[in-house]
């Protein structure tokens, strides 16, 4: 015991005097920065309820959703993706008479940011976050897009942009902005979303459109090209 307690000061000697750190417990992180706001594991309460009131969108299949290069950027410097908050009807309010409905921006609260070292952690342990069951490997066949269809698909035959935006301030504000989309998400995760939205919540607001899988490849392949800085 006292040789076990003799190393340990020893290695807290040389952490001190080197200037190095412990390293950061990325699981840890998300139980004490991210719970408040997110779920990290299934939830037990699948109701409605539980939906209007969620702070932050569900995390417990994250690594199967999103990147972890974009995760580790975006934790440092995190940019608005949900143009009206997680729950858009808490944070609209009525526009002038014969005009849309406003987003009432002092109801939006910013996302803390990290620092690089607690969101590089913080990534990984989002990204051990997996559910096979409900994202398929392979579910994106990768086949080349028409770009002229597929946003023709998604902003006029599909109504995509009535609640999505594929460029910056153009199309809908209720879902979260899809103009990073390439950056943000897992191609396959878009697939199966795309496919059976209530399969990942059974009351999301966004309907299941009963699409056939060549629209859904289509669309998926048209959204992995929206990346932040594109066509600039």
Not at 205 to 227: C, H, I, N
Request: aromatic share 6%.
């Amino acid at each position: 015991m006292k040789y076990l307690m003799t190393s340990a000061l020893v290695a807290t000697a040389v952490m001190v005097s080197t200037g190095a750190s412990a390293a950061i417990d990325g699981a840890e992180l998300l139980k004490s920065q991210c719970v408040a706001c997110h779920a990290i594991a299934k939830p037990a309460d699948s109701g409605l309820a539980r939906l209007l009131a969620r702070k932050g969108p569900d995390l417990q299949y994250a690594g199967s959703k999103f990147n972890r290069e974009w995760l580790v950027s975006w934790l440092q410097n995190p940019t608005v993706i949900r143009p009206a908050g997680v729950m858009y009807t808490n944070a609209v309010k009525v526009g002038e008479p014969g005009s849309a409905d406003v987003v009432d921006a002092a109801k939006l609260a910013p996302h803390p940011k990290l620092g690089a070292a607690d969101a590089a952690a913080a990534a990984d342990a989002l990204m051990a976050l997996t559910a096979e069951d409900l994202v398929s490997k392979g579910a994106f066949k990768g086949e080349p897009v028409n770009a002229s269809m597929s946003s023709l698909l998604f902003n006029k035959l599909r109504g995509c942009a009535s609640c999505h935006s594929a460029k910056p301030g153009v199309g809908g504000s209720s879902g979260p902005e899809l103009s990073t989309a390439g950056d943000r998400l897992q191609p396959d995760y878009m697939v199966e979303y795309i496919r059976n939205p209530q399969k990942f919540d059974p009351h999301v607001w966004m309907p299941r459109l009963e699409l056939t899988d060549a629209d859904v490849q289509k669309l998926t392949g048209y959204l992995s090209t929206l990346k932040q800085g594109a066509g600039k």
